[in-house]
Structures are given as structure tokens and as C-alpha cells.
């Protein structure tokens, strides 16, 4: 697992869906500085309209289809919903390509009416970059660069909590913006306050007879600070600020050869943001300059040396990139503008025009294929090849590609083969449609650049929308990406891991402090058994855990007496529901520094079982025991939430001791957390046999939590529940996995099933209806709302499927860890040994998805145990009363 050690990017191809303009196919430029070429395929009416592809708004396209590894993706275009007029755009790497320099492209276009169709189709190249502009510097010989975000030590003088976990992935102190080398630098309020430091070594290749040192930094106009200088300079320096950067210099003498340290300490003063420092012979300081050098997005157009082809030369970029395409009629055009949304619409209709001129410094270049006839009936499909590498290389692919359809299909047809889609039987066929729509959804939601750790990577996000890490949404992504492939789940998992012993954060954090991640290991470990990955993510998982539990001295989750946990210094939202009634109350009166939520602790008291059961497994009993110590210490922190009369666990309101004063009501007096938050100790499997009772018959009361499409965030019998909120009101997947699997725990497997099966029948008459997948759907009509190709909490959707309909599933609750499996080549037999945490005798269930032309019997340690056919043509599995841990036979009769 080396690969995976200090890198938070994705083991995926240069070329991919990429893109966060126009939909097309995408390539890393210059994945140093976070430059993407886009390949943006348009299609249109002639003279009539174009429908720009935008991947920020709903604009007429559906992701289709995908492999796992994208070296195969296609996206729907609807011209004239719905699957009258359309084009299925697809982009392949040749299967015949030994590097990854090409991508192949199709765009099959579709005329299902019974009048002939005039289309058009544009190839849209451009070069986008990020927003910030470094600077550029010029040393002279022998100087030295040293980067204020190189430091061995930094400390801000005033504890912040988010300065020791810091979000985004970002360093202690960084600041993003054009200017800097690099495009960081130290700020943050860095030297606004005495004590603020920063500790650097650095080295010199030769001695300076007469050194100085230049500090490069940026302060608004008229703001000063002062700073002390140890090391290997001596000095208090003044710095003041001219509301750009500046260079403060000092001269320090003669400096030897070899390594030295330099400590910076405010004295005091306004905040300043340093970028760095040179250190470089006296004479020779005026050959140190910065400056801002914008390359043009402009490329140099040239037409390649075979027919229907073009060579784009960038400025900035040794390499080249080639279009070829097969279509003789066709014109090249050229718009000069940052976006095309509204200047490509308003002139669709200058037929002659080559050059069009709007807003902004960008530039796309316009391959327009036209017109392109479809008789009533009808499709056609066009071909075309972009390529990168030197003029020659480029030159030569161009001229090998052979775009005739018979060549071309195959090669698609070839690449189409490696889209890995799961088996299921007849029962399943109804919701393939909409699960093939949410497979394409997650295997594309990926975009570059994003930014992490000083490098530029590629990222699963939730939708094109979030340009940033999601922690909470990612460990939904991985659970999705796991019923499509294990290696993207995985790469999804250590995208959000820190290393052992990290300084900035614990894991990469940014929104919702939900451990799902942990949930995630769980499930790839009952998958794959990897003793590999166990070793790899258990210390970094428990960094992980142990900050959100408090255990890291740097926390302030568990800074009550009562061991209950919030993190409302880190994130305003406990448990991802942004507008939960409770939760807004808290911060609207300002009670964050005497109010828990109740989901915090329980997701970190079940985070604390399944790493226990992983110690155990890597034969850690020390830290086992640790864990098994906070599962008792947050169980019997949670007793006092519970509220009789409300028969839910409740906000806790403290005193000034850190103490149970009592439980946060509504206004009304009705306990304020009717909903899924004040069900989640459920989820951490701590509950009395009554409270549990309780808690189930809130789930599933038609006038509490159950609705027609699932379970509503809050109970809808609550004097807080609204029908417009963005949570409250509506019916989300995610929260109803974890009460799924909890559910299987609890022996009610009849229950579990109708969570799943709601969740899958809301989400077909969905996407058949819309072909959207939905963030949430709204509880009084059913239908989706949010962004449209969500790919994050949605993806819950997959795992249920795999559970009730693909042969060779085995599904067990949260307390499962599968210690060996086996499954018959034909999925009609199964052998699993399986530790549970606890040891009481209880209720448990399993689904077991077996080969159906055979009837079976189940047995738990030996002996017989209830199992019953799912409609579904899964096997539940009952064990009543059983002990929790042992062998599961499930074998034809």
C-alpha cells in the first residue's frame, strides 16, 4: 500500500470527465500547475439553437455510462426530451494504445420522431486554469528560496481549534492567493498576535561573504508588525504594510556553507501574510524579481497535415494537442470569452461569423460540424480522435486515426466491454435503468484540479457543483464506488487520510464531522478480507477517531464533564443536516459553548466498535481495550439524553461545570430533537430493550418518521416540522443506511428490507421519470429536488440494490466483521466466520443474495437458524437468540 502514502489523488487516467465548465472528455495539461485541456462536444439544431453542456446547472445532459476506471464514459444529450432528438456522446482510450496520449470519440446521433432533423455539433477545445496566479521569481546564482509554508514549526500564540485541524487540506497558517510563489503563504492572522512563530532550516551550497536576507510579504496599507529573527540572523525588524507585496531587506553578513535555522516570532502588531524569504549575496539583490506572468489561454491554431484535422499549441506547454474528425463539412471558429453561455446563444444565429469576441480572457476553439441530416427514424454516428504530445507525435496519430464506422465501432464496442455491471435476476430488472443512471453519475463525479497538500489532484466530489473536499459526502461516494469497484472505493477512503501523527489534521477535513469513512472500512474489509489495507488504514483511521472522540490532546470535542461530544468549533453541522430544527437553534441563540447534539457521540461510540474489532483483529489489544473503555464512557454519557416522555434522546444543555443541567426543549415544550439525530444511539447499538422498542415504532410510524418515500429527517408529528425545509421536510438515503444496517442488527430484517425497498422504488419513479439523481426528494409530492447529478448521499442506493439483488451479496448490520467468507462458483452455497461486537445471546439478521434455482437452510454455529425468501429473491437469515459470534453455513437443501 505504498502508493497510497502521502497522496490524496485518484489512480486514474490523464484523460477523464474532468471537466468544471462544459461536459467532454479532459486531460492534465500540467498537473503541477493545476492546468486541464477540455474537449467539450456540443450538439444543436442547425440555425436554430445550441444547448450548451454546463456542468453547473441542469442544461440537457445525462452521465450514461461508465467503466470504473474511465477509460470509457458516456453522456446522454437530449435535443428534444425525452429520447426524441438526442446524441449519446462517449469518449474511449484506444484499446490498441500503449500509452494514455489519445481518447477516442463518438457522437451517436438519435432522431426518434417522424419528421427529418437538421443537427450541428461543435468541438469545443480549451486550456483552463486555476484562478490564482502565482508569481514567478528570478534568483541570481547561489541564492536561496526558502517558502514561509516550509516551516518545521509553526504555532499561532492563541489556541484556534480549526489551526489543528485544519480544513481542506490545507497547512497550519496557508493561504491561497494570486501573488504568491506557489500560490500559498503564510497568514491567517499570522503576527497579529506576540508569540505567533514559525521555525525554517534551510541550506546553503556555498558561504556568503556578504548575505542578506529578503522577506517577501503582503500587509494592508499602513498596518505594521514587528518580528524577531533567530537564528542564523539576529534583528527585530519592523515590517510595514503597503497593501500589495513587498520586500523587506536585512542584511546579515557572512553565512557559511551548510545548514541553518532561522525562528521568526511576532512582537506584536497587525496580521501579515509572508510568502517567503531569499537569502543571496548583497551585491546581488536586485536580480531577485517576482512578477506576474498570466500566460494567454490563446492557443496557436494550426491545420494538421491529413484533411478534417487541427494542431492547438498553447502558450506555456512543450506539448500539443490534435483534433481529428470525421465529417468533411465544417468551419473553424474561434470565441474569445471566459464562459459561453450566453454568447454562444445570442450568436447562434451569425452564420458567417469566424471570431466572436465577449467577456473575459479565454478562448475556445470551435470545430463546427454542419449540418448534419437525420431522415425521420434515423441515427448516425461520427467519429473523431484528440491526441497530445510533440508536433510529430501528434502529426502521426492524427494521420494513423481512421474514422470509418466499422473501425471505430469495434473500437468502442471494445472498450464499451470493460463497463462492469452487476448481475441480477428478474425481480431486479425494473431498477436497472435507474441504477445504471446512479453507477454513471458516481463514476464521473470527478473533477480537477482540486487542491490538497500543495499539489493539484483529482477528486470524487458529491456533484460538479462543490468545487472542494466533502468529508461526510466521500464516505458515501466510497461506499457507492464499492459496489462498482474496489479500487475506487479505496482510492475515495485514503483521498481523506492523513499520515499517523499528521500536524495539521487528523483527516482531511472539511463540512460535516460524520465519520463515515470508518463505516467505509468496514464495509471494504467484510469485502475483501485485505490484511494489507487493515495495516495501511487502522493508524490512520484511529488518528482519525481519536480527535473526533477527543482523545487527541489538539481537540475540543470532549470538553464536558458529561464525556458528551459536539464539534461545533470545527463545523456548524453535526450530523449533515444543514437546516435540523435543534441544531439551528443552537447556533441562532448562541448556545454552542453548552449544547451536544446526541449524533456526534453516538457515530463516534460505533467508530470506537469497529475499531475494536479491528485491533483485535491486527492483535492490538491495548489500544482494543482503549476502545472498549470510550464505548463505556459515551454509553453512559448518552443515559441522560434518553427522555421518557418524548421517547427520544435529546440536545443536552450543560451548566458551567461541564454537567447535565438538562434537556433543550421548543418553545413550545416539546423536546427538540424529534427526528433521526434523537434515534442515533440506535445506530451505536447502546439502547435499552424498551428505548430500542421506542425507537423503531418512531421510525416507522406513519405520523412520526415513516413517509410513502422513506424516512423523514424530522419526526413530521414534531411543532418544529416544516414541509419547505432543505432537511427538515424531505427524505434523504444516507441517514436511512445507517438505520438499515442497524436494523439488521437488531434481528429486524422485515423492517431493514422496507427502508431499502422504499429507498429503491423513490428512486426509480425518479430517475425513469426525470433521469436525474437527486439529492432528496420532498416528503408531500416524492419527488427529487437539489442538485441533479449527486452522486454523494445518494449513493446508498447501490448497496441496497447489491444487497437484495446481486448473487454472491452477503449484508450484515454495523456490529458485523466478516473474518473469512467463501461462496460456491454458482452462489449456492457460503461459508462465513463472523465476529460481532458484544457477547450477549440477541436477535441478528443477514441478507444472503443465493443462486435462486435452489432452496436452502441456513445454520449459525452449527445450528438451524429461520431464513425466509425476500421478495427480492434475497435469503434473510434470522438468528434469534444466538451468540454473536461464529460461523454462518448457508447451503442447499
Aim: proline letters at 5%; hydrophobic letters at 40%.
Amino acid at each position: 500500500m505504498q502508493h497510497l502514502q502521502n497522496t490524496h489523488d485518484l489512480r486514474l487516467p490523464n484523460w477523464g470527465p474532468y471537466t468544471k465548465k462544459y461536459i467532454g472528455v479532459s486531460h492534465l495539461a500540467d498537473p503541477k500547475r493545476g492546468w486541464r485541456f477540455d474537449l467539450s462536444l456540443f450538439p444543436g439544431f442547425y440555425r436554430r439553437k445550441v444547448d450548451i453542456p454546463s456542468v453547473l446547472w441542469e442544461s440537457g445532459y445525462h452521465p450514461w455510462e461508465a467503466s470504473a476506471d474511465l477509460n470509457y464514459f458516456c453522456h446522454r444529450h437530449e435535443l428534444q426530451w425525452k429520447d426524441e432528438v438526442f446524441c449519446d456522446i462517449a469518449f474511449a482510450k484506444p484499446p490498441a494504445a500503449r500509452d494514455d496520449s489519445a481518447r477516442l470519440w463518438r457522437c451517436e446521433c438519435v432522431n426518434a420522431t417522424a419528421e427529418p432533423q437538421n443537427i450541428v455539433l461543435h468541438l469545443m477545445a480549451s486550456l483552463q486554469k486555476p484562478p490564482i496566479v502565482p508569481a514567478t521569481p528570478e534568483f541570481p546564482p547561489n541564492a536561496v528560496w526558502l517558502d514561509a509554508l516550509d516551516y518545521e514549526e509553526m504555532t499561532f500564540a492563541q489556541f484556534r481549534a480549526l489551526d489543528y485541524l485544519v480544513p481542506d487540506l490545507l497547512l497550519r497558517g496557508e493561504v491561497r492567493g494570486g501573488g504568491f510563489v506557489g500560490g500559498s503563504g503564510l497568514g491567517k492572522g499570522f503576527g497579529a498576535a506576540a508569540g505567533d512563530q514559525a521555525v525554517y532550516q534551510f541550506h546553503l551550497e556555498k558561504s556568503l561573504d556578504a548575505a542578506t536576507l529578503l522577506l517577501r510579504f503582503r500587509a494592508p496599507q499602513g498596518k505594521t508588525t514587528r518580528l524577531q529573527l533567530r537564528g542564523g540572523v539576529e534583528n527585530e525588524v519592523t515590517l510595514r504594510g503597503a497593501g500589495d507585496f513587498a520586500v523587506h531587506a536585512l542584511e546579515i553578513g557572512r553565512l557559511e556553507s551548510g545548514s541553518h535555522r532561522l525562528e521568526i516570532a511576532s512582537l506584536g502588531g497587525d496580521e501579515i501574510e509572508l510568502d517567503g524569504f531569499v537569502v543571496c549575496e548583497s551585491g546581488a539583490v536586485r536580480e531577485v524579481r517576482f512578477e506576474l506572468r498570466g500566460e494567454s489561454s490563446h492557443p496557436t491554431l494550426s491545420a494538421g497535415s491529413v484533411p478534417n484535422s487541427l494542431i492547438l499549441q498553447y502558450p506555456g506547454l512543450k506539448a500539443c494537442y490534435g483534433l481529428r474528425w470525421g465529417f468533411d463539412s465544417f468551419q473553424i471558429r474561434e470565441f474569445h470569452c471566459d464562459d459561453l453561455d450566453i454568447l454562444m446563444r445570442h450568436q447562434v444565429h451569425k452564420h458567417t461569423t469566424k471570431v466572436f469576441q465577449g467577456e473575459g480572457e479565454g478562448h475556445f476553439s470551435d470545430v463546427y460540424l454542419h449540418p448534419i441530416p437525420l431522415d425521420p427514424h434515423s441515427q448516425t454516428s461520427i467519429y473523431g480522435l484528440t491526441c497530445v504530445g510533440s508536433r510529430a507525435e501528434v502529426e502521426a496519430q492524427l494521420a494513423a486515426f481512421d474514422a470509418s464506422p466499422a473501425v471505430c465501432e469495434a473500437q468502442f464496442e471494445s472498450a464499451r466491454a470493460s463497463i462492469a455491471a452487476p448481475s441480477f435476476g428478474a425481480e431486479g430488472e425494473k431498477y436497472e435503468f435507474s441504477q445504471a443512471r446512479m453507477r454513471a453519475t458516481l463514476l464521473c463525479n470527478v473533477v480537477y484540479p482540486a487542491y490538497a497538500r500543495r499539489s493539484h489532484i483529482r477528486h470524487s466530489t458529491p456533484g460538479r457543483w462543490w468545487d472542494s473536499l466533502y468529508t461526510w459526502d466521500s464516505g458515501f461516494i466510497g461506499l457507492g464506488l464499492l459496489e462498482l469497484d474496489a479500487q475506487r472505493a479505496v482510492d475515495c477512503l485514503n483521498a481523506y487520510m492523513t499520515e499517523p501523527g499528521d500536524p495539521h489534521a487528523a483527516y482531511a477535513h472539511h463540512g460535516s464531522p460524520v465519520p463515515v469513512q470508518h463505516y467505509l472500512f468496514l464495509e471494504l474489509w467484510n469485502r475483501t478480507q485485505s490484511r494489507e489495507q487493515l495495516e495501511h488504514f487502522y493508524p490512520r483511521l484511529k488518528g482519525f477517531y481519536e480527535f473526533l472522540a477527543g482523545r487527541d490532546v489538539r481537540s475540543r470535542t470532549r470538553k464536558f464533564a458529561s464525556n458528551l461530544l459536539q464539534t461545533w468549533d470545527y463545523f456548524y453541522n453535526s450530523g449533515g443536516w444543514d437546516d435540523y430544527p435543534p441544531q439551528v437553534h443552537v447556533h441562532d441563540q448562541k448556545l454552542e459553548e453548552s449544547v451536544t447534539p446526541v449524533t456526534t457521540t453516538a457515530h463516534v461510540l460505533r467508530a470506537a466498535k469497529i475499531l475494536r474489532l479491528a485491533a483485535l483483529q491486527l492483535g492490538e489489544i491495548g489500544d482494543a481495550e482503549e476502545y472498549a473503555a470510550d464505548i463505556d464512557q459515551f454509553r453512559a454519557a448518552l443515559a441522560p439524553a434518553w427522555d421518557e416522555d418524548a421517547g427520544y434522546f435529546s440536545y443536552v444543555r450543560h451548566d458551567e461545570n461541564g454537567q447535565f443541567e438538562g434537556i433543550l426543549r421548543h418553545q413550545s415544550g416539546a423536546n427538540f430533537n424529534m427526528g433521526l439525530d434523537g434515534a442515533s444511539p440506535l445506530i451505536a447499538g447502546v439502547c435499552s430493550t424498551e428505548q430500542q422498542k421506542r425507537l423503531v415504532a418512531h421510525l416507522f410510524s406513519e405520523r412520526e418518521l415513516w413517509t410513502p418515500i422513506g424516512l423523514s429527517t424530522v419526526d413530521q408529528s414534531a411543532p418544529y416540522y416544516r414541509k419547505d425545509g432543505y432537511w427538515n421536510g424531505a427524505v434523504w438515503m444516507p441517514h436511512q443506511w445507517f438505520y438499515w444496517k442497524t436494523l439488521l442488527d437488531l434481528g429486524e430484517g422485515a423492517r431493514a428490507e422496507q427502508i431499502a425497498r422504499t429507498g429503491l422504488e423513490t428512486w426509480r419513479a425518479e430517475v425513469d421519470a426525470s433521469y436525474g439523481c437527486f439529492e432528496h426528494f420532498i416528503v408531500q409530492s416524492g419527488r427529487g429536488a437539489g442538485w441533479h447529478q449527486f452522486g454523494g448521499l445518494s449513493a446508498p442506493v447501490l448497496g441496497w440494490f447489491a444487497s437484495y439483488f446481486t448473487p454472491g451479496t452477503l449484508t450484515g448490520g454495523l456490529d458485523v466483521w466478516v473474518g473469512a467468507r467463501e461462496w460456491s462458483a454458482d452462489f449456492s452455497s457460503l461459508r462465513a466466520g463472523i465476529t460481532q461486537a458484544g457477547e450477549a445471546p440477541r436477535d441478528f439478521d443477514f441478507v444472503a443474495v443465493m443462486n435462486p434455482a435452489f432452496e436452502y437452510r441456513a445454520r449459525w454455529d452449527g445450528e438451524n437458524v429461520e431464513t425466509a425468501w425476500l421478495a427480492s429473491g434475497a435469503l434473510q437469515i434470522h438468528c434469534d437468540g444466538r451468540s454473536p459470534s461464529g460461523e454462518l453455513l448457508v447451503e442447499r437443501v
